[in-house]
């Protein structure tokens, strides 16, 4: 695979992770991760709604006037929805059951519409399909994670799996006791939180060791954690780089 393809996956999945790193599309990932199933179908949903309307938009991306370009992909887009419900309700009653009003809501997540106006709009087709699809796995690694450990340490479970014996009360049997606000709305943010701290604090540990530190969306070098106030800082080649600027030696 050409390496700039690898890198649209890589990309997607952990340099601009939408979840844990740009922080995207919040809404789904903080409603409907109640579960592992819920958290990877909504995942899988908005990835084949990404993968197709990457692709159509950049086929179209020569005819579609500026004018009227992002209510031309609104119109892709919520088409591109419409059939995911559609055989979402068909096939897997069940989760559609579960996503609910958030399915339709697919049509204004902004990782969607995102990609469309700064990547499929302005790029081939083959690297915006490979653009989708790292962006698209990435989100539903993402709320996938969210799900599991919600679903864990709020019914001792794992996609429907009783993984931890629960205690019992009446006959006196030892066990694990759920912690039932990982399933109700405060666990989604705790839950959030406490994952994107443990990546930070790997970013952090790596950082100090001397080892590469991927750059996110909008840092202009690796080190995104010496990033203050539109400054990046570059220990190891004693550089300071200002947002908006040319790179300049310290």
Known sequence: MSNKYFERL????????????????MCP??????????????????????VFSNLIISLLRKIIPDKVRVPAFIVVVASLVTIV?????????????SLGIYIPLIVVNCIILGRAESYASKNGLVLSIFDGIGMGIGFTFGLTCIGIVREVLGSGQIFGY??????????GTAGFTPVTIFVLAPGAFFVLALLIAIQNAFKEWR????????????????????????????????????AGEDDKEA
Do not use: W
């Open 85 to 97: 419900q559609f055989l979402l309700q068909g096939f897997v009653p069940s989760l559609y059951d």
């Open 207 to 242: 950082r100090k060791r001397g080892l590469h530190v991927k750059a996110a969306a909008g840092c202009l070098v690796g080190d995104c954690a010496s990033c203050q106030e539109g400054v990046c800082v570059a220990p190891e080649k004693k550089q300071v780089i200002t």
């Open 162 to 171: 009783q993984l931890l014996p629960l205690a019992d009360s009446a006959t």
């Open 10 to 25: 890589h990309n997607g999945i952990l340099k601009e992770n939408p979840t844990f790193v740009l922080l995207l599309g």
């Open 29 to 50: 990932t903080l409603a409907v991760t109640t579960s592992a199933f819920n958290g990877l179908g909504m995942g899988l949903s908005t990835t084949l709604v990404l």
